[in-house]
């Protein structure tokens, strides 16, 4: 097998493009990831991506992408043998990693070769579970008001957005959660973050976030502690789902965390299904 690193942004996407859209659901957060970096080198850090193939006899069966200083991050592959060798290449390169995203098997192949090699000891930081929905269930609309954040809104939009990625744990360096809230506040701009209103008073937000050839990720879904347990969660994210699919989608998708029953249950309801589990490490020195 032959692993290579590209430079290039638009050659590697049409290079891989086909393999990543034969697991489309699967592969969403690399189609988002490739089409933010296409317009923006740089969205995600001050390095340039790293950006990897591994193909057998010119067949794409795996493809990885790094964003400094983000975690390495591989698509679905049925072809396990494939993560040998890009760990064996990227201990070749002399690669350090901060840690890694991929399918529960991948990344459990990945973390246990990386580790015995570099002799570090990996930390299972979070377990997420990826749905995928092509329908609303109309129960779970509602009839509250939904509407796009505008700058009106940017004071809450962000200080929620903070709260919930210091919730969850997202991000933990001062500079990643600034650039993220800047991004946030560009998401305002560009109309892509969304408010769930009850008597006039926001309540809950999310966030249409990357594209795929056929679909839209949902994300940076929160309602605030003192109003959970309230269905407006739900029914924020059955909007913008919906709203998603009026604009010519076939279908939606999102991440939870399993640690959190509720999240997993209430989507389900809206008319999500499971695709797949990704498993996030982090490496610790032993």
């Not at 050659?11 to 659901?25: G, I, M, P, S």
């Not at 690399?30 to 390095?47: A, P, T």
């Not at 990344?107 to 609303?136: D, H, M, Q, S, T």
């Not at 998708?253 to 209430?266: E, H, K, R, V």
Request: negative net charge.
């Amino acid at each position: 097998m032959k692993v290579e690193f590209y430079k290039d942004i638009n050659e590697f996407t049409d290079l891989v493009f086909q393999f990543l859209l034969k697991n489309e659901a699967e592969n969403n957060l690399l189609f988002m990831i490739l089409n933010s970096i296409k317009e923006n080198l740089y969205r995600y850090g001050d390095y340039k991506p790293s950006l990897i193939s591994v193909a057998d006899n010119d067949a794409i069966k795996l493809v990885s992408i790094r964003t400094p200083p983000y975690n390495q991050l591989i698509s679905y592959t049925e072809d396990l043998k494939t993560i040998d060798e890009l760990v064996n290449k990227l201990i070749k390169e002399n690669v350090d990693l901060p840690g890694f995203l991929g399918f529960k098997q991948g990344a459990e192949r990945f973390v246990k070769l990386w580790c015995e090699k570099k002799g570090l000891k990996p930390y299972l930081a979070r377990n997420e579970r990826g749905y995928k929905l092509i329908e609303v269930a109309e129960e779970t609309i509602g009839n509250r008001t939904f509407i796009v954040g505008t700058e009106l809104s940017q004071s809450i939009i962000l200080k929620w957005a903070e709260e919930m990625v210091l919730e969850a744990g997202l991000e933990t360096e001062a500079d990643q959660i600034n650039r993220t809230l800047n991004q946030i506040e560009q998401d305002i701009k560009d109309q892509k973050m969304f408010l769930l209103l009850d008597n006039n008073e926001p309540v809950s937000m999310a966030r249409k976030a990357g594209k795929t050839p056929n679909g839209s990720l949902i994300n940076y879904v929160y309602t605030p502690p003192h109003l959970r347990r309230t269905g407006y969660a739900t029914e924020c994210v059955a909007k913008l789902s919906k709203r998603l699919l009026e604009e010519g989608n076939k279908f939606c998708f999102l991440y939870t965390d399993l640690a959190n029953p509720i999240s997993n249950s209430i989507y389900q309801k809206i008319g999500y299904r499971p695709i797949i589990d990704l498993d996030q490490y982090k490496f610790l020195k032993e």
